[in-house]
């Protein structure tokens, strides 16, 4: 059974940071591509990071590119969100998801098939 755990969402304060991790168990890690999304109240899911576990490239939408880092220990099953200079609009709902690489090992954006539970972040101003 696969399963997506999230934790280390928290409240902080604008400029602050945090780390989230999310753990794998029940695919073959290196296999797959694994997300960070998130969803606002009111808002649209969005995607926020996405990082190929067998190769270790990555890509960020623009709204956090420069502040947030994903990163993955292939020996832990885990992927890391490290998200710094935090800004208001930063909270929300963040979820991990992770999807099967393509063939080519291209990252992907749309389509995710395994969520975890999500962990909320809120950052106060």
């Known amino acids: 059974e696969v399963q997506l755990v999230e934790s280390g969402g928290g409240l902080v304060q604008a400029g602050g940071s945090l780390r989230l991790d999310c753990v794998a168990s029940g695919f073959t890690f290196d296999d797959y591509a694994i997300g960070w999304f998130r969803q606002a109240p009111g808002k649209e899911r969005e995607g926020v990071s996405y990082?190929?576990?067998?190769?270790?490239?990555?890509y960020y939408e623009d709204s956090v590119k420069g502040r947030f880092t994903i990163s993955s220990d292939n020996a832990k099953n885990t992927v890391y969100l490290q998200m710094n200079s935090l800004k208001p609009e930063d909270t929300a709902v963040y979820y991990c998801a992770a999807d099967p690489l393509t063939p080519s090992g291209q990252l992907h954006f749309r389509g995710y098939e395994y969520w975890g539970q999500g962990t909320q972040v809120t950052v106060s101003s």
């Open positions: 990082i190929n576990c067998n190769d270790g490239s990555s």
